[in-house]
């Protein structure tokens, strides 16, 4: 992933400076009295090589596939890219030999339905022997989002200037959400999936059976609502929560609440919990005390099944009561 978010970054600045190179070609032998090469002088004079500006085109459509292909495996788009740089005069006769490069970048994108712009510098120093870059700011700004987690993150994120663990971070951050709301989905509402069907298939399949309707119709209903009267999402499928209802008792139910959370290094880590609720009565007849340890027993069985079968599992046992 690292490698990954590092390339992007690459081809993105790459695509900048041969778009420029296409507009204002280059006069042959500009900027050859310094030397060794910035990053960015490198990109440059690599585009002097080019025979045509038709060979140049064809490279930068190379290089903007290769940049598709790596935002849709990251999840990751950038929308607009701009860079200015800036030659940093030495005052010191020490550093006279030195040269530095402050390079402003910005830039807008989005991972899936997360929105966000990036305001960062880079100072780039050079000597006869080496080159380091090092990120002096960085400001993140992201549109309004009801993911509360990313507040704190993104705070980490300016005050460390790791821009690196920002992208890392939510893309996984992303990928925990997605399958958190395709897991909510899974159990409210099961769609179904119908194959390619065979010439005579519906024919078949669809005569009345004995006057009790088609054959693949019951299959159908119960594909298209895995459990209608059991299963709640207060904030539709994109919820952090889910409410399992109890039919025949009044008020008994059982509230899985699904957080992501990003810990101080960047790690992305999924944190359910369980809080049963019942009523006053029913809480003074538990002298097994079993409403009190149900969520650590949730956590055990989480860790055991894992989580679709661990929710699969509760919900199973609830109607399973509520038919008996």
């Known amino acids: 992933m690292d490698a990954l978010q590092a390339e992007v970054r690459a081809l993105e600045a790459e695509i900048a400076a041969l778009r420029r190179a296409c507009e204002e070609p280059r006069t042959a032998g500009e900027d050859n009295g310094r030397a060794p090469k910035s990053l960015r002088e490198m990109y440059q004079s690599d585009s002097e090589g080019w025979a045509s500006s038709k060979d140049l085109r064809s490279h930068l459509g190379n290089l903007e596939s290769e940049l598709l292909f790596l935002s849709t495996l990251t999840g990751i788009s950038i929308r607009n890219y701009s860079m200015k740089t800036e030659v940093l005069t030495n005052t010191e006769k020490t550093e006279k030999s030195i040269t530095k490069v402050l390079q402003r970048h910005r830039l807008s ?10 305001e960062f510098q880079i100072l780039e120093i050079q000597d006869k022997e080496s080159l380091s870059s090092v990120i002096t700011d960085l400001n993140i700004i992201m549109e309004p989002t009801k993911y509360s987690e990313l507040r704190e993150f993104v705070s980490r994120a300016e005050e460390r200037r790791d ?3 920002f992208f890392r971070s939510l893309h996984f951050f992303v990928e925990w959400c997605e399958y958190r709301k395709r897991t909510f989905e899974h159990f409210k509402v099961a769609l179904l999936s119908v194959p390619k069907m065979e010439p005579g298939f519906v024919e078949e ?7 009790q309707g088609p054959r693949i119709m019951g299959k159908m209903a119960a594909c298209l609502e895995k459990y209608p009267e059991a299963v709640h999402l207060p904030e539709g499928a994109a919820s952090s929560c889910m409410v399992v209802h109890s039919a025949r008792q009044p008020g008994f139910e059982l509230v899985i609440v699904w957080r992501v959370q990003i810990d101080e290094e960047g790690k992305v880590l999924p944190k359910l919990d369980l809080l049963p609720k019942a009523p006053q009565q029913a809480l003074e007849l538990d002298r097994n005390r079993v409403l009190e340890t149900a969520p650590r ?8 099944l894992g ?7 509760l919900i199973k046992s609830l109607c399973t009561a509520d038919s008996s």
């Open 205 to 211: 399949n669809l005569k009345p059976q004995g006057g």
């Open 297 to 304: 027993s949730f956590r055990a069985l989480l860790g055991v």
């Open 307 to 313: 989580i679709e079968a661990a929710l699969e599992s």
């Open 109 to 118: 994108g989005n991972c899936q339905m997360i929105t966000f712009q990036l």
């Open 163 to 165: 821009l690196l663990m």
